[in-house]
């Protein structure tokens, strides 16, 4: 087997083992082409529809499987190797305990630790030596493994359910700035048109959300003041203070902006 055969198994038992379901979806995921860690930890709906994977259950738990995915350092060491074509020392590399590029980067004797690797042909070692200076000039740059903030998926909200197209739309909480506030949870439209987060007047009512100031709304159709709100957005268990809560018309659905 090939490093990059190694390598894609290992990503991808990550994801379908812990759930039991990588004997049964593994080759689909290889031969669809998700076989990366960067795939794996953004997959929706739609992925799965590719891979042709339709049982319900199975679907919910690949995708929440997915949303807690993250990026390995030995991932990132993998990459790193592979842009100048030596991922087949991947395996012995990490496996000698290098297993991030800060950790490489804190190799000392160069010459030693391709010794230990095992790198005897000249070009190589020449080349890993060239690689190891350029990570210690920060010449390449170290990332930490991240998690999402959230996962979106494409449907249609409670109130656009007779559009035409699906959105897309993410479940998240939001609540008062004050001590103790309550939360609503709620399905948020991204929208890449607004600076605003917008809600129904009921959802404000409840929350007692405090005003902000009175703005001008353009609308395709018409032109109104609508008030501005403070409130507080909540995703898992990160909370984002939120200086404009627009107070939405009857019937629209909530909004989130995107960056």
């Known amino acids: 087997m090939s490093s990059r055969d190694e390598f894609t198994t290992v990503v991808i038992k990550k994801l379908l083992q812990p759930i039991g379901l990588y004997d049964r979806y593994h080759s689909r995921f290889e031969s669809q082409g998700y076989d990366c860690e960067e795939d794996l930890c953004m997959l929706d709906e739609s992925d799965l529809d590719q891979m042709q994977i339709k049982n319900p259950t199975d679907r919910c738990e690949i995708l929440a499987a997915a949303k807690t995915y993250c990026r390995s350092g030995s991932g990132e060491v993998y990459h790193w190797l592979r842009q100048f074509a030596l991922e087949k020392y991947h395996s012995k590399i990490v496996q000698l305990g290098y297993d991030s590029l800060r950790k490489c980067k804190q190799i000392v004797k160069?010459?030693?630790?391709?010794?230990?690797?095992?790198?005897?042909?000249?070009?190589?070692?020449?080349r890993i030596a060239r690689m190891i200076e350029k990570l210690k000039e920060g010449?390449?740059?170290?990332?930490?493994?991240e998690e999402p903030l959230g996962v979106g998926s494409w449907i249609k909200p409670e109130a656009l359910s007779n559009a035409k197209h699906e959105f897309l739309c993410i479940k998240a909480a939001v609540g008062s700035p004050e001590e103790d506030s309550m939360y609503i949870q709620k399905?948020?439209?991204?929208?890449?048109?607004?600076?605003?987060?917008?809600?129904?007047?009921?959802?404000?009512?409840?929350?007692?959300?405090?005003?902000?100031?009175?703005?001008?709304?353009?609308?395709?159709?018409?032109?109104?003041?609508?008030?501005?709100?403070?409130?507080?957005?909540?995703?898992?268990?990160?909370?984002?203070?939120?200086?404009?809560?627009?107070?939405a018309d009857e019937g629209r659905t909530s909004c989130l902006p995107f960056y």
């Open 110 to 126: 160069v010459d030693d630790f391709m010794d230990e690797v095992e790198i005897m042909i000249p070009g190589h070692r020449k």
């Open 187 to 247: 399905s948020f439209l991204i929208d890449t048109g607004s600076d605003v987060v917008t809600l129904q007047p009921e959802i404000v009512e409840i929350l007692g959300l405090n005003i902000i100031r009175t703005v001008t709304s353009h609308g395709v159709h018409s032109t109104v003041e609508k008030q501005l709100y403070a409130g507080v957005f909540k995703i898992k268990d990160i909370e984002l203070e939120i200086e404009k809560l627009l107070f």
């Open 139 to 145: 010449n390449v740059r170290i990332t930490e493994p």
